[in-house]
């Protein structure tokens, strides 16, 4: 899950800043997000599907098709 987020941040040539500041949480939440180091609650998850145009399915691993 952790390596979808980070590969959907960097693809579009965004910064961790950039995307914290949209799901308005500090920079280094969001790293420890992207790092595995802190879960991700339900509602960032929902947040980032929609920010990246996937599924839930996708950020979470189940499915390999955003």
């Given at each position: 899950?952790?390596?979808?987020?980070?590969?959907?941040?960097?693809?579009?040539?965004l910064?961790?800043?950039?995307v914290?500041e949209?799901?308005?949480?500090s920079?280094q939440?969001?790293s420890?997000?992207?790092l595995?180091?802190r879960d991700?609650?339900?509602?960032?998850l929902?947040?980032?599907?929609?920010?990246?145009?996937v599924?839930?399915?996708?950020?979470?691993?189940?499915?390999?098709?955003?």
């Open positions: 899950m952790y390596n979808h987020i980070r590969e959907l941040r960097e693809d579009r040539d910064k961790q800043r950039q914290a949209y799901l308005q949480c920079q939440v969001y420890n997000y992207e595995g180091q991700i609650p339900t509602d960032i929902i947040k980032l599907a929609q920010f990246y145009d599924s839930v399915d996708y950020l979470l691993g189940i499915s390999d098709h955003p």
